[in-house]
T-cell receptor, first 112, second 118 residues
């Protein structure tokens, strides 16, 4: 079955530091890949996505590239801000049933 | 963008009572809605898939009689936690897929409902 393995946190950075959160996946076929962000006390918001190999998703300074050869979709941001503090979930959707499989989430705390 | 609204945002109930959580798609029609449960510091676990006008499909290990799902219209799905117990305390999140955007891979999430059973 499908699975997502995500870098365990928590991750604590200083403002303007570089961020990488690793994500690898196992899936049959060609899944779509997503990063979701969950701010404290809120639901999930789609941060970015990629639907095929070598696609790069980007939003709000965050980027992730769909790497089929390494089955990875690592999240990066060049300069984090305090407002980026949240839990980040890597997810995949495989097949036609539209079910999402999530990683365990990574808590990011950015200090001023 | 598409908006999914959950109500209530939080609820406290007594053990043994039932609680209903609503999930509404505000500006689109949702053929399919999904209900997730999130334990503290853990990922989202899919509980069931709700299809408009038909019975929900539950994931393995989820009690159908305890977590009743109704998807009576294209904009509303409800999750009822029956005879709630403290172990049912959790964060419940719904998501919805746009009926019109057939090729879309995106699901839109509600803001979640924090259930505390005392």
């Amino acid at each position: 079955g499908n699975s997502v393995t995500q870098m365990e946190g928590p991750v604590t950075l200083s403002e303007e530091a570089f961020l990488t959160i690793n994500c690898t996946y196992t899936a049959t076929g060609y899944p779509s890949l997503f990063w979701y962000v969950q701010y404290p006390g809120e639901g999930l918001q789609l941060l970015l996505k990629a639907t095929k190999a070598d696609d790069k998703g980007s939003n709000k300074g965050f980027e992730a590239t769909y790497r089929k050869e390494t089955t990875s979709f690592h999240l990066e941001k060049g300069s984090v801000q305090v407002s980026d503090s949240a839990v980040y979930f890597c997810a995949l959707k495989g097949g036609s049933n539209y079910k999402l499989t999530f990683g365990k989430g990574t808590l990011l705390t950015v200090n001023p | 963008g598409a908006v999914v609204s959950q109500h209530p945002s939080w609820v406290i109930c007594k053990s043994g009572t039932s609680v209903k959580i609503e999930c509404r798609s505000l500006d689109f029609q949702a053929t399919t809605m999904f209900w997730y449960r999130q334990f503290p510091k853990q990922s989202l676990m899919l509980m069931a898939t709700s299809n408009e006008g038909s019975k929900a499909t539950y994931e393995q290990g989820v009690e159908k009689d305890k977590f009743l799902i109704n998807h009576a219209s294209l904009t509303l799905s409800t999750l009822t936690v029956t005879s709630a117990h403290p172990e049912d305390s959790s964060f419940y999140i719904c998501s919805a897929r746009d009926r019109v955007a057939a090729g879309s891979t995106e699901a839109f999430f509600g803001q979640g409902t924090r259930l505390t059973v005392v």
